[in-house]
């Protein structure tokens, strides 16, 4: 089973990383195309535009926030791509570009692709 782990896109690149793949629906601020070296963008996976706005960062929506994202999980097309990339894939990173690094939809996505390959 992969490796998956979880690094903000600022970060630099290691070796470690492996497979690098952003995880968020806009492209983060401040961040060139050639310094991020991600080797996916699925915007699919990310938060929908509205439980983003909603939650916006705010550790006392964060249970909420988990719970809605993971319905929205169960429904999206994006999991179903990344999933097989993770099988694919002995390392994966998924890159964020949140400030939290605890109360992300990275932190969540991680668990929820531990929770579907077993």
Do not use: C
Request: charged share 35%; proline share 3%; hydrophobic share 35%.
């Amino acid at each position: 089973m992969a490796t998956i782990r979880i690094k903000r896109i600022y970060e630099p690149a290691g070796k470690s990383d492996g497979f690098r793949v952003l995880v968020d629906r806009l492209w983060p601020r401040g961040m060139k195309k050639e310094d991020a070296h991600i080797d996916a963008w699925i915007r699919e996976v990310a938060p929908s535009s509205e439980l983003r706005k909603w939650f916006n960062h705010d550790p006392e929506k964060w249970e909420g926030f988990k719970k809605s994202y993971k319905a929205e999980l169960n429904k999206g097309q994006g999991v179903k791509e990344l999933l097989r990339e993770v099988q694919q894939h002995k390392s994966v990173t998924l890159l964020y570009g949140a400030k939290d690094e605890t109360h992300n939809q990275a932190v969540v996505l991680q668990q929820y692709l531990q929770d579907k390959l077993g």
